[in-house]
């Protein structure tokens, strides 16, 4: 397991690395216990691919943020809609109902996860399907949809996807100025080259190498 110094000192350096883009820990395969130590640190925000799980951290720990980062099916709806601080995997308006039928009287910020993989196993709508979807959730209240999230494909053009999504996202929302959470560990520099806002960083920050 990574030693506390070296989680430290390698949350401090993304940090200063990521200067004004937000970095999201995703803690979705880490322990109870280096999720408290880069807390102690100052990490707030946290992702979360399980519903679940997001539930029980956001209990464990109320003054951090849990993002919802993972596929989510209807049944698991009310977890999101009552927990998570932002969620980043919307992509079916059904499940976009249901969610927002459990978000008691907030507004939940919501992305719309786009396939830019080019590859059908990826999650995701058709990037010429993110339009409708973004009218349809602009209609849900208790829903507020405040950018868009993809995964670039494992082999192929990485920064051409990224670009791809930047391009649709300055398309839907008028500008620059809605959330573009684009990036992993081994893809988030060109990620961040490309303008990413917010980028979501499981192994780089907590895995022993
Ligand atoms: C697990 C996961 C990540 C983090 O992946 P790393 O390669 O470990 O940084 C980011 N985004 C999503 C959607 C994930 O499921």
């Not at 601080?85 to 079916?92: L, P, R």
């Not at 192929?156 to 560990?185: H, I, P, W």
């Amino acid at each position: 397991m990574i030693s506390q110094t070296e989680l430290i000192n390698r949350w401090q350096g993304l940090v200063t690395e990521l200067a004004d883009v937000k970095l999201l820990a995703v803690s979705k395969y880490t322990t109870d216990e280096l999720v408290q130590i880069v807390m102690d640190a100052g990490q707030m925000n946290f992702g979360e691919s399980r519903p679940q799980s997001l539930r029980d951290r956001c209990q464990q720990w109320p003054e951090c943020h849990w993002h919802m980062i993972g596929p989510l099916q209807k049944n698991k709806a009310k977890y999101i809609g009552r927990h998570a601080a932002m969620w980043h995997s919307c992509d079916d308006i059904e499940t976009a109902q249901a969610v927002a039928q459990h978000v008691a009287g907030r507004e939940l910020p919501v992305l719309i996860q786009v396939n830019i993989a080019d590859n059908q196993n990826q999650r995701g709508v058709a990037q010429h399907e993110a339009g409708a979807l973004a009218d349809a959730i602009n209609g849900i209240e208790g829903l507020k949809l405040e950018g868009l999230m993809g995964m670039a494909p494992r082999e192929g053009d990485v920064r051409q996807a990224f670009r791809n999504l930047r391009g649709l996202r300055d398309n839907l929302f008028g500008g620059s100025f809605a959330e573009l959470c684009m990036g992993m560990s081994s893809d988030y520099k060109i990620a961040v080259e490309e303008g990413a806002t917010i980028v979501r960083l499981g192994s780089t920050l907590f895995a022993s190498r």
